[in-house]
Structures are given as C-alpha cells and as structure tokens.
C-alpha cells in the first residue's frame, strides 16, 4: 500500500493548555482553521497514517521543534477533520529525529461535535447584569462595611411636642367631650388633654391641686405635634389659673405621620468605587439600615423593594411614651391586609418619648424612674440581624487549594469569609434605655445608613467575578458567546450529547465540572482587564 501523502501534521505555538482552565471559542470549524494555521511553526505533509493520542516521529532536530507545544494533524487520505493536540513532551533521538508525545484537546477537536444540554450549573457569567437578579451568596470574605454618603432622615419626630395629660374627670367649666373616648380604636375612661407648652400645663395642674382633685391625674407623657386627629383649642381657666388647651377626642386607629420616605441606592459603592459586577450592588456588599437612635436597627437590601426603590411609611398611635413605627412599602412582595403596599412586620419601633413626672402622683414617678419608656417594640421576620462582616468564626479554617477541583474553587476558598454572616437580616435588635437622653439631644428620629464593603474588598471581589462569573446554581443550558471576549462554566454532573470516543466525552465533561473558560480573541487570553460586556 502506498502511504506517502496521507497525513499533514502541523507544528504549532498557540497559548492553550491542557489543564482546560482557557480555550479558545471559534463560531465555526472553518474559523478554527484558519486560526490555527496562522499558528503553525513546523509544516509535513507526507507522513503515514498518524495514531490518535501516539507518537509523531519527526524528521528534525530537537533544538528546532522544542518551542512548539501543539499539534494539528490531518489523516487526509481518509477524511477531512482536523485533530488538534498537545505536545505533551519530545524526547531527542537524533540529530535528524524527535519524537513528540501528543494528548488529543478534546475541546478543539470535537467543539463541533457535541452539545451540552441543561445541566446543574454552578458558575457562569451571566447573560443578564440587572442589579438585583443574582443575589446567590457567594461566601466570600467581606472585611469590614464602611458609611457610604450622608445618612438619609426618613422621619424627625421628636422636635415639636404637645404635653398630654391624661386625666379622669376635667373640671366643671371645661367644655365636655363624648364619653366615648376611643383613641386610635382603643377604648380609654381618661381624657386627654393637649397642651402647647409647659406654663399652660402647670396652670392647669395648679388649677386642679386647688380643686383637690390631683388623684384625677393618671400620666403625663408628650407625643408630636405630626400626629392627626380631632380636637378642639379651647382657653379655659380654674380660679386663677389660665391656660390653653385641645380636648383630644376620637383618633384614628392608626395615623400616619409620612409617607412614601425615600432612600436611594448610591450608583458607587466603597469609597466611589465603580462596579463592573452589578452583583456588587447588592446585599451583603452593598445595603442600609435604619435606626431609631436608642439601640434598635434593622438592615434592609435594595434590592428587595420594588424597582429597588427603598420607600417608608411613618405610623403612630398615641399612647404614654407614644408608639411609633417606620414599616417599608412594597418590601419582598409582601401584603398586609391595612394595605397591599404595606410590609408591617419588617418595620422598625422608634424610640419612646419621656414618660413625664408631676409631685402629685408618687406611682407615676415611680414608673418614670424606673424607664418605663425603655419598652421598645422588637420586630421579628424569622432571623437574626447582620450588618455585614462580624459574626462566628469559622471552624476548620481555610481549605487548601489542593482539595480543590477548580481554580475557581481554590480561589473562593481563598477568599472564603472568615466571619458568618447570616443572610435574612430582617429583624430589629436592642433594648437601650436612651429615650430620655435621645429625645434631649433631638435625635429622636428614623435614620437609614448607606453601608458597603471597602474599596480593597471592592476590588477583589469584583475581580473574582471577572475571572468566575457569579454561582447561579441552576439547572439550564450553559450560557455560549453572550460575552465579548470571555465567558466562564463550572457545572455539577454535567450532562452533555455527542457522537465522540467515550474517553474523550469524560474528559470533555470533566472540564465543565472543573470550570472551563472560553475566550474570543487568543491575544486576550488570562487578560482579564478586557471590557467584557454582555452582547
């Protein structure tokens, strides 16, 4: 049999290794051609059949081939395709012989051959950047949160006040009032009695000590002048003491303070960094939270408003120490049944006011020594509250990269988070007795603070993205050249068809379960600075 001029095999030096960590993306069989023809450095075309995953007996001195790490290689004599391989090593034999060790790319050489299906996927980047869609936690370390922008007031309600005294009979020349008193839908035997300031208040505790009737006081307390309800201003005195008063009568069973409170998401985050990851935006390495001032917060994620438009509703009701709450609307596609846009059980209590005192009631000032306005509302939703970065150890410490299947593996387990951190954190905390104090200083009030991971953290998080995508884990079909010069794939079980060797299809498949990333351009192999936007 004649065997001259069956075989063209091709010495080439292209940038791809057989550890599949990169290869490169051809949108066509002719496009990998011409690609690697372009490449090639050594050129035979008259030698016999050439066994896959063998020996290439090459006619040349070792010093002229030792530069060259691939092969292409074509049985013409038999058909058409193109196998392409790795030098896997040469070994001298003679001045005019050197054998090179080849081992198939499976990637190059049947990238037209086969199909990934949907599979388990880990990894990937993303076809679809929208802040807020990828919120998968990546276990990552987060150092520290830092303040980003000025505090956001949603709602001072400690500047202004009314005194109210709580009274059980008014004296005879003050106007009456229903008998049915009900104060935000509860039922109350006292009257309430609005005062602007405190000369007309004391006038009228005078006024009723002259009367002998000083047991008909029950409290004393103050609450905002924002509060809504009916009343009637009235001057009025008792004997000698004069004073100007409002007659609370029926109040709503809840009244609203504000509405439609908003804090923005800042468009950097850190100290002016700029994202290339939108999932950078999010939780945990960009959120707020809102305090009341006397130790209760809650932390809140932009993402889960609608239109990540963070938005709060101010409700109160008036009772001693005055109870007041800021819930968020349109949070988590919640749904009360007050109102559809209403998120009750997120929201957070505010501070009480001070419980006042008067020489004429010993209990009452008992009550006040002993911080009856300490009662704060805890809310809960299910979890414990984390404002990032603080929290348990974990055991064990940092896995070696040797156990690792991936680079991308090994490099989030370098970057695993030395702190937990838990991930619903939608509960308020603390129980401070700072009222008193809090009130004196005007700083009763509902405060939402910008936090996000420093710039260092910033930087290598954002650059792990580049490199790996974000998890996903989801089953679908892998996302293919949604990416202008690189796409990553790391999968679980893959499953993937084709009619290729049963040796090769396993090692196809281990790349996927190990991550594979696929580039555009050779040039920008390993070049991650490279604009990559989603095309």
């Known amino acids: 049999m004649n065997n001259q001029n069956i075989t063209k095999v091709y010495l080439l030096r292209v940038p791809l290794e057989n550890d599949y960590k990169n290869t490169l993306y051809f949108a066509n069989a002719q496009a990998q051609q011409t690609y690697f023809q372009s490449k090639i450095v050594k050129s035979y075309t008259d030698f016999s059949y050439q066994r896959k995953d063998d020996i290439i007996r090459i006619p040349d001195i070792y010093d002229n081939v030792y530069n060259?790490?691939?092969?292409?290689?074509?049985?013409?004599?038999?058909?058409?395709?193109?196998?392409?391989?790795?030098?896997?090593?040469?070994?001298?034999?003679?001045?005019?012989?050197?054998?090179?060790?080849?081992?198939?790319?499976?990637i190059q050489t049947w990238l037209f051959d086969y199909t990934v299906k949907s599979s388990f996927i880990e990894r990937e980047h993303v076809s679809d950047d929208t802040i807020g869609l990828h919120t998968v936690p990546e276990n990552l370390e987060l150092g520290e949160v830092i303040q980003v922008e000025n505090p956001t007031e949603l709602f001072m309600y400690g500047s202004s006040c009314y005194i109210c005294?709580?009274?059980?009979?008014?004296?005879?020349?003050?106007?009456?009032?229903?008998?049915?008193?009900?104060?935000?839908?509860?039922?109350?035997?006292?009257?309430?009695?609005?005062?602007?300031?405190?000369?007309?208040?004391?006038?009228?505790?005078?006024?009723?000590?002259?009367?002998?009737?000083?047991?008909?006081?029950?409290?004393?307390f103050l609450i905002p002048t924002r509060f809504q309800f009916s009343s009637t201003w009235y001057q009025a005195s008792i004997g000698e003491y004069s004073f100007d008063f409002a007659m609370l009568e029926e109040s709503t069973a809840e009244t609203v303070l504000a509405d439609n409170q908003a804090c923005t998401r800042p468009n950097k985050i850190g100290?002016?960094?700029?994202?290339?990851?939108?999932?950078?935006?999010?939780?945990?390495?960009?959120?707020?939270?809102?305090?009341?001032?006397?130790?209760?917060?809650?932390?809140?994620?932009y993402e889960d408003f609608a239109n990540s438009s963070p938005l709060f509703r101010i409700i109160g009701a008036i009772t001693p120490g005055c109870s007041i709450k800021c819930v968020p609307l349109n949070y988590k596609n919640t749904t009360d049944t007050v109102n559809s846009m209403y998120s009750y059980n997120y929201g957070i209590v505010g501070g009480k006011y001070p419980i006042c005192s008067w020489n004429s009631d010993v209990y009452t000032n008992w009550l006040t020594q002993n911080g009856v306005n300490i009662g704060l509302d805890l809310v809960s939703s299910g979890a414990?509250?984390?404002?990032?970065?603080?929290?348990?150890?974990?055991?064990?410490?940092?896995?070696?990269?040797g156990e690792m299947m991936s680079g991308a593996m090994g490099i989030a387990n370098t970057l695993a988070q030395v702190y937990q951190h838990s991930l619903i954190p939608d509960q308020a905390r603390g129980n401070t007795n700072s009222g008193d104090v809090t009130f004196s200083s005007k700083m009763l009030e509902f405060t939402a603070y910008k936090m996000s991971i420093r710039n260092e953290y910033c930087e290598i998080i954002d650059s792990y993205f580049d490199m790996f995508g974000y998890k996903v884990n989801t089953v679908k079909?892998?996302?293919?050249?949604?990416?202008?010069?690189?796409?990553?794939?790391?999968?679980?079980?893959?499953?993937?068809?084709?009619?290729?060797?049963?040796?090769?299809?396993?090692?196809?498949?281990?790349?996927?379960?190990?991550?594979?990333?696929?580039?555009?351009?050779?040039?920008?192999?390993?070049?991650?600075?490279?604009?990559?936007?989603?095309?």
Not at 180 to 197: K, P, Q, V
Not at 273 to 301: A, C, E
Not at 384 to 401: D, E, F, H, R
């Open 68 to 106: 060259c790490n691939y092969v292409m290689y074509q049985n013409s004599a038999y058909n058409n395709k193109w196998f392409y391989a790795f030098i896997d090593d040469m070994t001298y034999i003679s001045d005019g012989r050197t054998d090179i060790h080849i081992e198939t790319d499976v």
């Open 384 to 401: 414990s509250l984390i404002t990032g970065g603080v929290a348990a150890y974990m055991s064990g410490g940092l896995l070696g990269g």
């Open 477 to 535: 079909v892998p996302n293919k050249a949604h990416r202008s010069n690189y796409w990553y794939t790391k999968c679980i079980d893959v499953s993937i068809d084709g009619n290729i060797p049963q040796n090769d299809m396993r090692k196809i498949k281990d790349c996927y379960n190990n991550g594979i990333r696929f580039w555009r351009n050779a040039s920008n192999i390993e070049d991650y600075s490279v604009s990559n936007s989603i095309v």
């Open 271 to 301: 100290n002016n960094y700029s994202p290339r990851n939108n999932k950078l935006f999010t939780y945990p390495y960009n959120y707020f939270y809102v305090s009341n001032h006397v130790g209760s917060d809650i932390t809140f994620r």
């Open 165 to 220: 005294i709580a009274c059980t009979e008014v004296a005879s020349n003050i106007p009456d009032v229903d008998d049915a008193r009900n104060y935000n839908g509860i039922y109350s035997g006292l009257y309430y009695m609005l005062f602007n300031d405190s000369e007309d208040a004391s006038n009228f505790l005078h006024g009723i000590d002259s009367l002998g009737k000083a047991d008909s006081i029950d409290s004393i």
